[in-house]
């Protein structure tokens, strides 16, 4: 075993499992909610369906993507911490 792992890219994201984090907390999650309460077809389905529409959204982008998308159409939501409001247009000073 190497004490210290090199990765081959620097800018490649962590996974879990076969996931990416974003997709794994987008689809992974709400599957095991409905996996525990009985429901595993719809596990299932929903599990498809939302890994799916995420690598459809993602495309080729990747997460930066996502966050853009975020930004522009969950104002209220979404807070990020270097960039303004995406509401706020005009700026004094």
């Known amino acids: 075993m190497d004490k210290y792992t090199i990765p081959k890219h620097l800018d490649a994201p962590v996974k879990i499992l076969f996931f990416t984090l ?12 409905f996996i525990f309460m009985g429901m595993p077809v719809l596990a299932i389905l929903l599990f498809v369906i939302t890994l799916l529409g995420i690598k459809k959204l993602k495309g080729e982008q990747g997460i930066s993507y996502l966050k853009a998308l975020a930004y522009w159409h969950l ?7 270097v960039t303004p409001p995406s509401n706020q247009r005009f700026y004094l000073g």
């Open 22 to 33: 974003d997709e794994f907390i987008l689809s992974v999650v709400p599957c095991l909610f």
């Open 75 to 81: 104002p209220q939501v979404t807070y990020f911490y």
